[in-house]
């Protein structure tokens, strides 16, 4: 396992519980890819660090808050925001961090990491009054330095409008950002823009080209969107059998609209058979 970060967040319907792990996304991106179905509120980042070896490191967390660990099998522990941050101190200290690439600035990156933080809580209303128009200020700055998911929660803002003028248009730059830095999630959003034309001009093609790359990164929401453009043969070749390995793949993870796209062809007689 290579470089990545170890993160702790919080959900304020268990205060008392941390989520405790690694991931090679940025940690914010990670709070929201696990604000599921079923969870009222939406996680925090109470912190997070870079670091070399984040398999490594996460193993010293768990192995250090073992006794405090809720479940054997979930990655969540009752231990304080202040021991959590302290031990992930001492992480940092074991796996040493690298100059994260793209930012020759560690200090300015760590300064929008920060910020961006700080933007989520006025977003949400945690532990301060809510603020669509201050949280798009913090996530602007952070953003402006680079933090691919800024970008993609700051394009959320401006598609709605919230705290910001509204602009079709705006959204889809920042959406451009991160699709070019390789995000997937980046990639889904942006390949939706061109699906439905808005802040772009309509292309099935290059939406499609878009979903098949976040598909490839094993975003479930492309996966469902790819297979939907070659059922139909939107913007190129259609594939039944592609689309159903899709939706197929994308339902075993427990995506609703997978299983129920899954649902659709075998419903309508469709069984898979291999190409001759």
Known sequence: MGAGWIYALNNPGHPEILKIGMTEIEPMERAQAIYETGVVYPFVLVHAERVADARAAERFLHDLFSKQRVNPNREFFRVTPEHAILAMKEAVNRYP????????????????????????????????????????????????????????????????????????????????????????????????????????????????????????????????????????????????????????????????????LLNSMLSAGYRAKPPP
């Open 97 to 260: 961090p690298i100059t994260e690439s793209g930012h020759g600035n560690a200090g300015l990156f760590s300064e929008a990491l920060a910020q961006a933080f700080l933007g989520m809580r006025y977003l949400n209303g945690l532990g301060v009054s809510q603020s669509y128009t201050e949280a798009a200020r913090l996530l602007e700055f952070a953003s402006n330095q680079g933090l691919v998911s800024a970008h993609i929660i700051l394009a959320n803002l401006y598609s709605k409008g919230q705290g910001v003028s509204q602009s079709d248009l705006k959204a889809a730059q920042l959406l451009e950002r991160a699709a070019f830095d390789g995000n997937a999630t980046g990639q889904y959003l942006l390949g939706f823009v061109y699906e439905v034309g808005r802040g772009r001009p309509q292309s099935y093609k290059r939406a499609r080209n878009l979903y098949r790359a976040s598909s490839d990164q094993g975003n479930t929401d492309a996966q469902c969107a790819l297979g939907r453009f070659l059922l139909a043969g939107l913007g190129g070749p259609k594939s039944e059998l592609e689309a159903f390995t899709l939706f197929k793949l994308s339902a075993t993870t427990g995506h609703a609209e997978g299983q129920a």
